[in-house]
């Protein structure tokens, strides 16, 4: 098994909320929701710390216990619970939040799992097929409009990008909402997930929203295309490449988005 991975900040300097981790059969990407400027959390740790946390709890339970990937997501879920219960406000609506992918390879099957916007990318013989779970931009859609009409940059996006957080809070983890690693374990159960067949499986590739963005926002390449650019210049290449385009377009004028960079993380791994 060939795995590489690449993580990079939106900003340099600035912390970075992906989580990437992984061992030879078992892939795990985390990417915590940023808190824009002006709102509350509750949490004294913040959302990287809360990354992390969950990441390595998680990449912990899956290759430790028996259970499913939903299973080892909702103990990971309780384990971080627990880190900061006794210190910060985990009932908060603005509580240290994150999606997550996860894949594990075991017995000739590939089992995956997806809570929120980050992706599985399977490619196989019989072409590529796109794991994610999109309910949240599902519902952001209908209230991103102010957002998307301001120039990134600018007070007006900022005061636009909090109100949509907060209101997409209102949507959190509820039913007919968006479902995200938060502080209750039973979000596990909401993932997208299942299991295939190893056989036919040439590569694989883990990408939160940031690195995907190339491919899903910005319509720039395809899924195959991609695959191959992480495959022969590595993991690093493709965040290059989402870089070189969020650069010609720092208004989001061309691609309207909350935030003009984004934290990028990718695992790749082929058998």
């Not at 007919?176 to 499986?201: C, M, Y």
Request: aromatic share 4%.
């Amino acid at each position: 098994m060939h795995v590489a991975m690449a993580t990079e900040p939106a900003k340099p300097g600035r912390a970075n909320e992906d989580y990437a981790g992984a061992t030879t059969d078992t892939f795990v990407v985390v990417d915590g929701a940023g808190t824009p400027a002006g709102s509350e959390s509750g949490c004294v740790h913040g959302v990287a710390w809360y990354a992390r946390q969950l990441g390595a709890a998680m990449l912990h339970r899956a290759t430790t216990e028996e259970g499913d990937l939903r299973d080892a997501l909702a103990t990971a879920i309780a384990d971080v619970a627990d880190l900061h219960r006794d210190t910060c406000d985990l009932h908060h609506p603005g509580t240290p939040s994150a999606t997550v992918t996860a894949a594990r390879m075991h017995d000739s099957r590939l089992e995956y799992l997806a809570l929120a916007d980050s992706s599985l990318v399977i490619r196989s013989d019989d072409g590529v097929q796109i794991i994610t779970d999109d309910r949240e931009s599902q519902i952001g859609r209908w209230h991103r409009q102010r957002m998307d009409a301001t120039a990134a940059g600018t007070r007006e996006h900022t005061r636009a990008l909090r109100e949509y957080v907060e209101t997409m809070r209102n949507h959190r983890n509820q039913p007919g909402g968006f479902w995200v690693a938060a502080s209750e374990p039973k979000a596990a159960q909401e993932s997208v997930s299942g299991i295939i067949d190893t056989g036919a499986i040439r590569d694989i590739a883990l990408l939160t929203d940031g690195a995907s963005r190339l491919v899903d926002r910005f319509d720039l390449t395809s899924w195959d295309a991609a695959l191959d650019l992480i495959r022969d210049h590595g993991p690093n290449a493709l965040i290059r490449a989402v870089r070189e385009a969020e650069a010609t377009d720092a208004g989001g004028r061309r691609w309207p988005r909350g935030k003009t960079t984004d934290d990028a993380t990718v695992i790749y791994a082929k058998p």
